[in-house]
Structure formats: structure tokens, C-alpha cells
């Protein structure tokens, strides 16, 4: 039985990728409806797709981060909401910095314990049922991150759009302007991991598997596809991973040897990012 594909599917898959109508429709009609798999049929076939993804819900809002006094605990908490007008209201930027103070003392490890926690004379996942009659949008707290280091830097984006946490392996404070511009580079360049260690062993096999099928669809031959894949994947490490990305402030060096530059031995041991769209 042949799945039905629908002219919003495959207007959902154009906006998800940057492909075209035509090719989104047909890899939709061979991964029979499945959005993941119809998205690897387009990059086996060495479509260029953007790095939007409709699995991020189109919602408006504030992103906060917040670092403890000593440097070693911080917090990003998104408040999220339907509309602009909302996002930018001070009052609602407000509740949000709120929200993330008090998820900074408490230090909650999940979202679930976020909004169990108290809020004034209720819980905080009360204050935003109540914020919902208010406003009259729908109003919650899209993401929750919680993160330990030896010292952190924050970054906000402009408008609270996006805000960033990049932990460091060193204590001192004089690389916090390191670790800030670190952090910019988090929110601009989009690092799925600190370093390819990091990267999980599924995403590798699956570029591996990309970078086979489109040498194998170039012409070149099926003894060379291994060599011309491992390539592929080593490119995607350099793209992909913090620490082997080219530094955005001067891409003669990758991140990892601007920050050996500012502190001999200095490097990121997590980073955490939570972006609204």
C-alpha cells in the first residue's frame, strides 16, 4: 500500500531542508512519509540543505543565561511564547531572568524539576499557567540547561534570541573574554559536539554511509568509496565539532589552537546552547 504524500508535507520538507519541491516529493514518496529518512535520501543524493529543521517549534520568546558568582554553575532557561510583541515585553523578559535566578540556586537537573519549583506563594509551572490567561498565548519553558565546569563563560545573542554556556578547563577568570567569544562561536557556527571523540557513533556511521552513496552516485569505484568517505567524514568533524572548527574571528587557526594561544593547555569541556525558531 503507497503512502500518500500531501502538498504540506512536502512544503514542510522544503522548509526544512532548502530543497526543491520536486525532490522533496520524491524522497518523501520513497521513505514512505518519514521526514528522517526522506532528509538522508536528499543528502545521499548530495542535496545542499540548510540547517533549518522544522522539528525546532516556530515559537518567539526569551533565552537567558546565567552564571553562579564562582564561575562553576550556569544556567540557560527559554521562555517561550507565540508572538514578537510578547518576547520583547519587559515584564516578560523579566520573568524569564526570574525563572533562571531561581533555577540557578536551586540548580534543578531536569525541566520537570524547574517548574515543580516554588515561585512566590505558587510553582513555577503555576506562575506560567497563570501567564497563559494573562497574555492570552501560549506561554512555556521551551528548554532547560544546566551546566558544571571549572569556570563558564555566557553569551546572550542579541534580543535574548539565543544564549550559550561554554564550560573551560582552567579556573582563571582572565579567560572569560576567550571563553565569551567561544560562546559567540557556539551560536553562530551551530557545533553538534566539543570534539569528534564526542560525536555519537550512529551520526559517524551515518556519515560514513552518506559519503559512500554520493561517491558511489559521482562514478568512482566501489574500492575507493571507504578512503573517499573517511575523507568526507573528516571534513564533517572540521565543520561539525567546536574545538576543530575554524575560529570565526580568525579562521587561520580552529578553536582549539586559539584558545592553546590565549592559555597554554586551555580547552572547552562542554558547552550547552538553546536557540529560539
Do not use: W
Not at 544546566?146 to 563563560?153: E, G, K, S
Not at 559567540?184 to 570534539?195: C, G, K, S, T
Not at 571534513?235 to 561539525?240: D, G, I, L, N, V
Amino acid at each position: 500500500m503507497s503512502t500518500t504524500i500531501s502538498a504540506a508535507d512536502v512544503k514542510k520538507l522544503r522548509e526544512m531542508t532548502g530543497a526543491g519541491m520536486m525532490d522533496c516529493k520524491k524522497a518523501l514518496t520513497e521513505a514512505e512519509g518519514d521526514f528522517d529518512k526522506a532528509i538522508e535520501e536528499l543528502r545521499k543524493k548530495g542535496q545542499k540543505l540548510s540547517a533549518k529543521r522544522a522539528d525546532r517549534d516556530a515559537k518567539e520568546g526569551a533565552v537567558i543565561a546565567l552564571v553562579a558568582e564562582d564561575g562553576k554553575t550556569g544556567v540557560i532557561v527559554r521562555l517561550s511564547c507565540e508572538t514578537d510583541f510578547v518576547a520583547k515585553n519587559e515584564d516578560f523578559v523579566a520573568l524569564a531572568k526570574e525563572f533562571g535566578a531561581i533555577a540557578l540556586e536551586k540548580q534543578p537537573q531536569t525541566l520537570q524539576e524547574l517548574l515543580q519549583l516554588p515561585y512566590q506563594n505558587i510553582t513555577i509551572g503555576e506562575k506560567i499557567t497563570e501567564q497563559v490567561g494573562v497574555i492570552g498565548e501560549k506561554v512555556d519553558i521551551g528548554g532547560y540547561e544546566i551546566l558544571h565546569a571549572p569556570f563558564i563563560a555566557p553569551y546572550i545573542h542579541m534580543g535574548n534570541r539565543a544564549a550559550v554556556l561554554v564550560g573551560l578547563s582552567s579556573e582563571n577568570p582572565n579567560n572569560l573574554e576567550a571563553g565569551r567569544d567561544v560562546a559567540m562561536q557556539v551560536a553562530a557556527m551551530r557545533p553538534i559536539a566539543v570534539d569528534q571523540d564526542d560525536v555519537d557513533a550512529s551520526i559517524i556511521e551515518k556519515e560514513i554511509e552518506i559519503g559512500k552513496e554520493v561517491a558511489r552516485q559521482e562514478g568512482k569505484p566501489e574500492a575507493m568509496l571507504e578512503k573517499i568517505a573517511t575523507g568526507k567524514l573528516n571534513k564533517f568533524f572540521k565543520e561539525s565539532t567546536l574545538l576543530n572548527q575554524a575560529f570565526v574571528k580568525d579562521n587561520k587557526m580552529s578553536v582549539k589552537e586559539y584558545l592553546n594561544s590565549v592559555d597554554k593547555g586551555l580547552t572547552v569541556t562542554a558547552f550547552k546552547h538553546i536557540e529560539l525558531g
